[in-house]
T-cell receptor, first 117, second 113 residues
Framework: GAGVSQSPSNKVTEKGKDVELRCDPI?????LYWYRQRLGQGLEFLIY????????KSGLPSDRFSAERTGESVSTLTIQRTQQEDSAVYLCASSLGTRGSSNQPQHFGDGTRLSIL | DAKTTQPPSMDCAEGRAANLPCNHS???????VYWYRQIHSQGPQYIIH???NNETNEMASLIITEDRKSSTLILPHATLRDTAVYYCIVSRTNSGGYQKVTFGIGTKLQVIP
């Protein structure tokens, strides 16, 4: 499809398990972002990729959270030893990421709704 | 990035224009004003953006005051499908292609039949 695709759309898992969330950005978009949205809250920035590198990972809440990107395309967000407070919607966005271009909207997927029991 | 202030909620009658205000008094010269909306259970959707001139596209119009300290998003003929949370953001893309944005709680627009 033409948009940002995330999978799974829903994930329910037990506390302590590891989970892996996937994001397929729009083709040709070099910038990729992960956000977390708790119920009734705004979006919380987690990490930014430019190509396969992550120049800003300042929003990752703990060392249980990690992300990677390969082929300047697909990205995975991994949460190890999940806790109940990790329950949220995890959103991925991509943009052109063109250096020197000052206005580049982000295009979002519909997120993965993660529930930790 | 500059902070924005929006009313937490608004109502609009179906078929009427919805005017959503946003204050961004600390905006800097190279920051753009972006509007996104989030319909329940979906990811945010880009609507429109502008620097200092008014902008219009198929979805909406954006009016930015001359001093750039506030803006208004206008949905000319609101429909029930426009019921959503609307986010006003000011941001810029740095030389490396990175646009750091902060989404607050936005304005919850309810379109009433």
């Amino acid at each position: 499809g033409a948009g940002v695709s995330q999978s799974p759309s829903n994930k329910v898992t037990e506390k302590g398990k590891d989970v892996e969330l996937r994001c397929d950005p729009i083709s040709g978009h070099t910038a990729l972002y992960w956000y977390r949205q708790r119920l009734g809250q705004g979006l919380e920035f987690l990490i930014y990729f430019q190509g396969n590198s992550a120049p800003d990972k300042s929003g990752l809440p703990s060392d249980r959270f990690s992300a990677e990107r390969t082929g300047e395309s697909v990205s995975t967000l991994t949460i190890q030893r999940t806790q109940q407070e990790d329950s949220a919607v995890y959103l991925c966005a991509s943009s052109l990421g063109t250096r020197g271009s000052s206005n580049q909207p982000q295009h979002f997927g519909d997120g993965t709704r993660l529930s930790i029991l | 990035d500059a902070k924005t202030t929006q009313p937490p909620s608004m109502d609009c009658a179906e078929g009427r224009a919805a005017n959503l205000p946003c204050n961004h008094s600390t905006i800097s010269g190279n920051e753009y004003v972006y509007w996104y909306r989030q319909i329940h259970s979906q990811g945010p959707q880009y609507i429109i953006h502008g620097l200092k001139n008014n902008e219009t596209n198929e979805m909406a119009s954006l009016i930015i005051t001359e001093d750039r300290k506030s803006s208004t998003l206008i949905l000319p003929h609101a429909t029930l499908r426009d019921t959503a949370v609307y986010y006003c953001i000011v941001s810029r893309t740095n030389s490396g292609g990175y646009q750091k944005v902060t989404f607050g709680i936005g304005t919850k627009l309810q379109v009433i039949p």
